[in-house]
Antibody
Framework: EVQLVESGGGLVQPGGSLRLSCAASGFTFSSYAMGWVRQAPGKGLDWVSAISGSGGATFHADSVKGRFTISRDNSKNTLDLQMISLKAEDTAVYYC???????????????WGQGTLVTVSS | EIVMTQSPATLSVSPGERATLSCRASQTISSNLAWYQQKPGQAPRLLIYGASTRATGIPARFSGSGSGTEFTLTINSLQSEDFALYYCQQYNSWPGTFGQGTKVEIK
């Protein structure tokens, strides 16, 4: 059974930093791309970042480029999202999601974690 | 960036009836379209990929169609558990943008 468990969310002040993690199990982690998708309170889904199975290719939405960095550790089956210079508009539930292929072209997400809430406020 | 537009924003349907949801892409995306269902307080769940292929475990009353720029999700004989939010997502080019969602509510 595929399981994705996010952690690391919380309250942070504007301009602050936070690191989200996602622990994956139930599949061959290194064989699949992964991504982060967020959802602001009462709003729709917003694609944030993605990374290929090897970790060699990463992609970020323009809204987070230069501030967020996605990475993975295939030896530990973990996915991370390092967030710096956080803004109020980054407030959202952040979902870790499993891509449907190794990498290359964009992917849809077969499985999603339950999400972790990030609140950026003073 | 490809913009995905869903319509209507809200769809009121009686149980047992059919719901038809639309998703339009701002440029052609072939059949690289997925549909997700999201219930309150839950993560999204994949319903359809490749515009028309049901994901594992998805009931046959869910069907998808379309290609290019126009796509449809049809839910036949709506069950109580189908009242939820539905999102489309294109995965033809980066970033893999989502539509703004359609809420299917009980009429």
């Amino acid at each position: 059974e595929v399981q994705l468990v996010e952690s690391g969310g919380g309250l942070v002040q504007p301009g602050g930093s936070l690191r989200l993690s996602c622990a994956a199990s139930g599949f061959t982690f290194s064989s699949y791309a992964m991504g982060w998708v967020r959802q602001a309170p009462g709003k729709g889904l917003d694609w944030v970042s993605a990374i290929s199975g090897s970790g060699g290719a990463t992609f970020h939405a323009d809204s987070v480029k230069g501030r967020f960095t996605i990475s993975r550790d295939n030896s530990k089956n973990t996915l991370d999202l390092q967030m710096i210079s956080l803004k109020a508009e980054d407030t959202a539930v952040y979902y870790c999601a499993k891509g449907h292929r190794l990498g290359g072209s964009p992917y849809y997400f077969e499985y999603w974690g339950q999400g972790t809430l990030v609140t950026v406020s003073s | 960036e490809i913009v995905m537009t869903q319509s209507p924003a809200t769809l009121s349907v009686s149980p047992g009836e059919r719901a038809t949801l639309s998703c339009r892409a701002s440029q052609t995306i072939s059949s690289n379209l997925a549909w997700y269902q999201q219930k309150p307080g839950q993560a999204p769940r994949l319903l359809i990929y490749g515009a028309s292929t049901r994901a594992t475990g998805i009931p046959a009353r869910f069907s998808g169609s379309g290609s290019g720029t126009e796509f449809t999700l049809t839910i036949n004989s709506l069950q109580s558990e189908d009242f939820a939010l539905y999102y489309c997502q294109q995965y033809n080019s980066w970033p893999g943008t989502f539509g703004q969602g359609t809420k299917v509510e009980i009429k």
